[in-house]
């Protein structure tokens, strides 16, 4: 009798234990930004208007969070239609040789108070890179308009350089920065797997 006992607690310590949950983003209130700077003087925003991205934690505090991204690169938006025409064109995205764009993360790690050093690759262009971002985590609260549902807020910030995936290489710098700087704020609902 004391092995099962035994058993069953051990079942149901572990099922606690690695429980996990998939957070995906709620596309009203989250957005993907990115900056550049324009001859070296003005910086110049725009945004993806298409994505899809999930967090999987089994922690409250997303300390454990495994993030993947898939972006349709021809939702670019910088509010300016002939830009955005030539950043979907072979110059720049080729959005018709590379409709998408994803990133997963590989590690998380502590970096203060609700703050986290997020790795990851990014594969852009067909090019696969690691890259270092800053994660935030915003706080859990209710949400109101989906019957009370959780929602966690997720900002996730870092930079760039175009020139390590070849986008746009038929600009230099003192035209287009070669850093971007990117920043993307999610409110996440969530599923129990």
Do not use: C
């Not at 969070?65 to 979907?88: G, K, M, Y």
């Not at 609260?141 to 929602?151: C, F, K, Q, R, S």
Request: hydrophobic share 35%; no cysteine; charged share 20%.
């Amino acid at each position: 009798m004391k092995k099962l006992t035994l058993f069953f607690t051990f079942l149901f310590v572990s099922v606690g234990l690695f429980a996990q949950t998939t957070w995906t983003a709620d596309p009203y209130h989250s957005k993907l930004g990115f900056t550049v700077t324009h001859l070296g003087i003005a910086d110049v925003p725009g945004h993806f208007n298409a994505y899809d991205v999930s967090i999987v934690s089994a922690k409250d505090d997303f300390s454990d969070a495994t993030i993947e991204l898939t972006v349709q690169t021809n939702s670019i938006d910088t509010r300016v239609e002939p830009r955005d025409n030539h950043l979907r064109s072979a110059d720049f995205f080729d959005v018709e040789k590379h409709p998408t764009m994803t990133f997963k993360s590989t590690s998380i790690k502590k970096a203060g108070k609700d703050a986290y050093t997020l790795e990851g690759n990014l594969t852009l262009l067909g090019v696969s890179k690691p890259v270092t971002m800053t994660m935030k985590y915003r706080g859990t609260t209710e949400n109101p308009n989906a019957d009370g549902a959780p929602v966690a807020g997720i900002q996730i910030t870092g930079k760039i350089k175009r020139s390590d995936f070849g986008l746009g290489s038929g600009f230099p710098a003192p035209m287009i920065s070669d850093e971007v700087q990117i920043k993307a704020d999610g409110e996440f609902g969530h599923k129990k797997n």
